[in-house]
């Protein structure tokens, strides 16, 4: 399937913070993508989307390993110098990684409702880099520049490129 069809000459697409997703209203019709954190609180959503998506991952752009040699934790992965917290140096076990099934749930999603929506709401914990690494990678498929995103966010890289990976895979970018 290309995108063209299944998309509006430009897709509109909102990234938000979880608060800011929290306060958020809208009369267009739209969907949203929920990202936050493995095990925290449901995000409140009140603009009352025709769908959303929730996905649970960490704000990981690399996937790291223990390092024997960590200076930070001695290959533990918990830091001696911030009180035990996790060794943001190495990779606790513990860490939910954005993977290629994460990127398919979302591209199948927007093309359910691309049609039928005048606008994609993506709301993260702060708004900057996991929905912006979405973002990103929506842009880019539906309207063919993602460089608003680059140039007014920190995309998470491992979120967008997989996501590219995907819909390259999946026919999404034949156009390119």
């Known amino acids: 399937?290309?995108?063209?069809?299944?998309?509006?000459?430009?897709?509109?697409?909102?990234?938000?913070?979880?608060?800011?997703?929290?306060?958020?209203?809208?009369?267009?019709?739209?969907?949203?993508?929920?990202?936050?954190?493995?095990?925290?609180?449901?995000?409140?959503?009140?603009?009352?989307?025709i769908d959303i998506l929730s996905l649970q991952f960490h704000d990981m752009d690399k996937i790291l390993v223990k390092r024997k040699n960590c200076k930070i934790c001695d290959g533990t992965g918990k830091s001696k110098i911030f009180n035990n917290e996790r060794c943001y140096n190495c990779i606790d076990m513990?860490?939910?990684?954005?993977?290629?099934?994460?990127?398919?749930?979302?591209?199948?999603?927007?093309?359910?409702?691309?049609?039928?929506?005048?606008?994609?709401?993506?709301?993260?914990?702060?708004?900057?880099?996991?929905?912006?690494g979405v973002a990103g990678a929506l842009a880019l498929i539906y309207n063919k520049e993602d460089q608003y995103y680059f140039d007014n966010y920190l995309p998470n890289m491992l979120v967008y490129r997989k996501i590219i990976k995907v819909a390259l895979n999946k026919g999404f970018l034949n156009d390119y």
């Open 94 to 132: 513990d860490i939910t990684f954005f993977n290629e099934l994460n990127a398919e749930k979302i591209l199948d999603f927007v093309s359910t409702y691309a049609l039928d929506i005048d606008l994609i709401v993506i709301h993260c914990e702060a708004g900057i880099s996991r929905s912006a």
């Open 1 to 49: 399937m290309k995108v063209k069809d299944v998309r509006k000459e430009i897709m509109k697409i909102k990234v938000l913070s979880r608060q800011s997703m929290e306060e958020f209203k809208s009369d267009e019709n739209h969907i949203v993508i929920s990202i936050s954190d493995p095990n925290s609180e449901k995000v409140k959503i009140i603009s009352k989307p």
